[in-house]
């Protein structure tokens, strides 16, 4: 893979720190950061969360760490505890009044509607209507709950078409999807594979070669936007266009798109996709994912439901995604709301809700045009940066690769980083104590996310100059102790953290 830098910063960029202040000056969202709390260097090390809890020797423990690590959890919006306080308040205040309550000093509506507040802003930054977008459930939940309704295996169609490599999540529940209509994985999951060992990522033209092989047999595409492991972004509006020239449903995994890079999943004509709000979109550790359904598929029929027909897309039903005019008249008789609202099954946390609105206000004070052409020269940035200080071992070997495509059109904010085998462990260990917070994956990448609303110019430059130190630290068998990293294994007791995607 090419890997010549992609990206033209001012002709013949310098790789001084005083250039990447000078991209920070004129960055238009530099002050978009200040919406954020960034940890600092002491409390990553601190044992304790209220008080010091570690030695305040020397100048760098109230320093800001270097957070590169927004594609497994986002840092925390400042106003996000003023958004769940108003919530607390109102429950506290008003109880069950509170779902239908307004406040004149309040930033969120009344319970009952947060969710279609939370709709519409989400909306903007996955480029749908208000109506095809329901904020709603987990990722692999939501997953399920897409399938069933896009699943509809038949003798003639039955296989579903994923990714070798996708997350482990998405692979059980196409699995677990395929064994409950009494279908055999062996022949019913179809796995797109990179051409070659050496190349990790996939073309698109892999992609529509295995489309076109399997079109007459399948029932339906589950792809991701962005691959987790490579940082590949697949060519969504090409392949979705394909697929549907094959007569083939697709539908889209976004765990690493939504909040990352400009899709436009509505005039794509995506048929529908699933998503965590926990990564680029800063709402928390596990928080409430969301749901795109294309307006094709979330029309109800009346005429035809009055005629005993269904008169919508089938799927599994709950109160929730009822009719909302008719909720509370506990009828048995489910009519649905139109567009992507009508597939919730039960009501949502308010609560998380809260935390996901805090996070959209914010990126609703810019576009997701303006987040992704920062992105793009701050990733473009981070390349660079790697390509032209390649350190070196003892042998003169090379101590890394980057397996992220090169062109910007082809990833996102995350480059993967590929260390000489051996060195990981020791990398990460040396990026901790300098107060550097990226991930990896084994046994031998290290994921690094520039995320383009809170991370900088200079943070970048900084990471590179410490990551190239530590690459060295590990080649010539040196290091801090023999204390496992939290990255890498949790410590000794932890959980490991490449159990998060």
Same mark, same amino acid.
């Given at each position: 893979?090419?890997?010549?830098?992609?990206?033209?910063?001012?002709?013949?960029?310098?790789?001084? /720190? %005083? +250039?990447? @202040? =000078?991209?920070?000056?004129?960055?238009?969202?530099?002050?978009?950061?200040?919406?954020?709390?960034?940890?600092?260097?002491?409390?990553?090390?601190?044992?304790?969360?209220?008080?010091?809890?570690?030695?305040?020797?020397?100048?760098?423990?109230?320093?800001?760490?270097?957070?590169?690590?927004?594609?497994?959890?986002?840092?925390?919006?400042?106003?996000?505890?003023?958004?769940?306080?108003?919530?607390?308040?109102?429950?506290?205040?008003?109880?069950?009044?509170?779902?239908?309550?307004?406040?004149?000093?309040?930033?969120?509506?009344?319970?009952?509607?947060?969710?279609?507040?939370?709709? %519409?802003?989400?909306?903007?930054?996955?480029?749908?209507?208000?109506?095809?977008?329901?904020?709603?459930?987990?990722?692999?939940?939501?997953?399920?709950?897409?399938?069933?309704?896009?699943?509809?295996?038949?003798?003639?169609?039955?296989?579903?078409?994923?990714?070798?490599?996708? +997350?482990?999540?998405?692979?059980?529940?196409?699995?677990?999807?395929?064994?409950?209509?009494?279908?055999?994985?062996?022949? =019913?999951?179809?796995?797109? %594979?990179?051409?070659?060992?050496?190349?990790?990522?996939?073309?698109?033209?892999?992609?529509?070669?295995?489309?076109?092989?399997?079109?007459?047999?399948?029932?339906?595409?589950?792809?991701?936007?962005?691959?987790?492991?490579?940082?590949?972004?697949?060519?969504?509006?090409?392949?979705?266009?394909?697929?549907?020239?094959?007569?083939?449903?697709?539908?889209?995994?976004?765990?690493?798109? *939504?909040?990352?890079?400009?899709? @436009?999943?509505?005039?794509?004509?995506?048929?529908?996709?699933?998503?965590?709000?926990?990564?680029?979109?800063?709402?928390?550790?596990?928080?409430?994912? *969301?749901?795109?359904?294309?307006?094709?598929?979330?029309?109800?029929?009346?005429?035809? @439901?009055?005629?005993?027909?269904?008169?919508?897309?089938?799927?599994?039903?709950?109160?929730?995604?009822?009719?909302?005019?008719?909720r509370f008249r506990m009828e048995n008789t489910f009519v649905p709301i139109p567009g992507a609202a009508g597939f919730q099954v039960s009501?949502? =946390?308010?609560?998380?809700?809260?935390?996901?609105?805090?996070?959209?206000?914010? +990126?609703?004070?810019?576009?997701?045009?303006?987040?992704?052409?920062?992105?793009?020269?701050?990733?473009?940035?981070?390349?660079?940066?790697?390509?032209?200080?390649?350190?070196?071992?003892?042998?003169?070997?090379?101590?890394?690769?980057?397996?992220?495509?090169?062109?910007?059109?082809?990833?996102?904010?995350?480059?993967?980083?590929?260390?000489?085998?051996?060195?990981?462990?020791?990398?990460?260990?040396?990026?901790?104590?300098?107060?550097?917070?990226?991930?990896?994956?084994?046994?031998?990448?290290?994921?690094?996310?520039?995320?383009?609303?809170?991370?900088?110019?200079?943070?970048?430059?900084?990471?590179?100059?410490?990551?190239? /130190?530590?690459?060295?630290?590990?080649?010539?068998? @040196?290091?801090?102790?023999?204390?496992?990293?939290?990255?890498?294994?949790?410590?000794?007791?932890?959980? *490991?953290?490449?159990?998060?995607?």
């Amino acid at each position: 893979m090419d890997h010549s830098p992609s990206l033209d910063l001012h002709g013949n960029p310098s790789n001084s /720190k %005083e +250039f990447a @202040k =000078s991209l920070d000056a004129e960055d238009p969202l530099r002050n978009l950061r200040g919406e954020f709390i960034i940890p600092s260097k002491g409390e990553l090390k601190s044992e304790q969360l209220f008080g010091q809890g570690i030695s305040t020797e020397g100048s760098t423990t109230h320093e800001p760490c270097i957070y590169l690590c927004g594609n497994s959890l986002g840092l925390q919006p400042r106003r996000t505890s003023d958004r769940i306080s108003a919530h607390l308040k109102a429950w506290s205040s008003k109880g069950v009044y509170g779902h239908f309550k307004s406040h004149e000093d309040s930033p969120l509506p009344p319970f009952l509607n947060v969710d279609e507040d939370a709709a %519409e802003k989400m909306s903007k930054i996955i480029g749908a209507l208000p109506s095809e977008v329901a904020v709603m459930g987990t990722l692999t939940a939501n997953l399920h709950l897409l399938m069933a309704s896009f699943y509809r295996p038949t003798k003639e169609r039955w296989k579903i078409i994923l990714e070798g490599k996708a +997350f482990p999540s998405d692979h059980y529940a196409v699995e677990s999807q395929i064994r409950h209509h009494n279908l055999n994985p062996a022949d =019913s999951m179809i796995l797109i %594979e990179p051409k070659s060992l050496d190349d990790a990522t996939i073309s698109t033209e892999r992609i529509c070669s295995v489309i076109d092989e399997h079109a007459s047999t399948t029932a339906l595409i589950l792809l991701p936007g962005i691959q987790y492991y490579t940082g590949q972004y697949f060519d969504m509006a090409k392949i979705t266009a394909h697929a549907h020239e094959r007569e083939v449903l697709i539908g889209w995994d976004l765990a690493h798109a *939504a909040g990352n890079v400009d899709v @436009k999943l509505h005039d794509w004509n995506v048929d529908f996709a699933a998503w965590c709000n926990y990564k680029y979109v800063n709402s928390g550790p596990g928080a409430i994912g *969301a749901i795109f359904v294309h307006e094709r598929h979330g029309n109800v029929d009346m005429d035809k @439901k009055n005629q005993g027909q269904l008169g919508y897309t089938p799927r599994l039903s709950g109160w929730w995604g009822g009719d909302k005019s008719t909720r509370f008249r506990m009828e048995n008789t489910f009519v649905p709301i139109p567009g992507a609202a009508g597939f919730q099954v039960s009501n949502p =946390s308010a609560l998380d809700l809260s935390a996901v609105i805090a996070s959209l206000e914010i +990126f609703n004070m810019t576009s997701m045009s303006a987040i992704r052409q920062k992105s793009i020269r701050l990733t473009g940035w981070l390349e660079y940066l790697l390509q032209t200080k390649q350190p070196s071992g003892p042998d003169q070997e090379i101590l890394y690769s980057i397996i992220t495509p090169s062109k910007p059109e082809e990833r996102g904010a995350q480059l993967s980083v590929r260390l000489k085998a051996g060195l990981l462990d020791t990398v990460m260990k040396e990026l901790e104590e300098n107060g550097v917070v990226v991930d990896e994956r084994k046994p031998d990448v290290v994921r690094v996310a520039p995320a383009p609303l809170y991370n900088t110019f200079v943070e970048v430059w900084e990471f590179v100059q410490i990551f190239c /130190k530590s690459c060295e630290v590990a080649a010539h068998g @040196k290091g801090t102790d023999g204390r496992g990293s939290l990255m890498v294994d949790g410590g000794r007791d932890r959980p *490991a953290w490449s159990e998060i995607k």
